[in-house]
């Protein structure tokens, strides 16, 4: 399903998610008999997204754990994955969100956490939206299918995209902050970080966010 525009586009925990009539990429795709969890559909969109935008438009990505998609250390895509049930059947909701014809003064009015961008500003072009979603699709297709028979192949791409693995990260869990050094991750459960006044330890996905950091990346 594809939408136009949002009036109360949301994020991981909450967040909200900015869009003008047009200017985005907006889509759910249902999941029904999915053999996957939600963390690895959020895995696997975060790389088809990111090899899709990186053959297409030969940007410089990065896939910001946990579902993230930045252009020069710049949001410009995030990923949304809930469960639902229809007629007592377990299914997936994936909800994707891609800045497409944005402009610099739609994000200058924005008060932002992370600096964001779009496809348009980086490509200083302006990407045609159904080619855009039609070829997406398609690629989310092959890594999903790929994902089910060969999933350490999924999460080798993914680490390649990620550029938080051995940086300065900031976590916010049960409202306390962390800041260390980041070890590395398993993208469908979480981080190991050294902290910088503390052990080692693992930060699981479910249970905090990596707040943002001019370090970070």
């Known amino acids: 399903m594809f939408a136009e525009k949002q009036s109360a586009g949301r994020g991981r925990r909450g967040r909200t998610w900015h869009s003008n009539k047009g200017d985005s990429l907006l889509l759910s795709i249902l999941l029904q008999n999915c053999p996957l969890e939600a963390d690895s559909l959020t895995l696997v969109s975060a790389v088809a997204i990111a090899e899709h935008l990186c053959k297409q438009f030969l940007l410089n990505l990065q896939i910001k754990w946990p579902n993230d998609i930045l252009i020069e ?4 895509c995030g990923i949304l994955t809930e469960s639902r ?41 302006a990407p045609d939206r159904n080619a855009l979603a039609a070829s997406l699709l398609n690629e989310l297709d092959h890594w ?11 999460g080798r791409v993914w680490k390649q995209y990620n550029r ?10 049960n409202q306390q902050e962390f800041e260390g050094t980041c070890l590395d991750i398993d993208p469908s459960k979480g981080l190991l970080v050294q902290l910088n006044r503390g052990p080692i330890r693992f930060f699981h996905a479910a249970n905090c966010t990596v707040i943002p950091s001019e370090r970070v990346l």
């Open 73 to 76: 250390n710049k949001k410009c």
């Open 144 to 154: 999903l299918c790929l994902c089910r028979y060969a999933p350490e192949q999924v």
């Open 85 to 125: 049930k229809i007629r007592s059947q377990p299914c997936f909701v994936i909800g994707i969100g891609l800045n497409v014809h944005q402009n610099h003064d739609f994000f200058d009015t924005l008060s932002l956490e992370t600096p964001a961008t779009s496809l348009a500003i980086e490509t200083r072009s």
């Open 164 to 173: 938080q693995i051995g940086s300065q990260i900031r976590i916010l869990e």
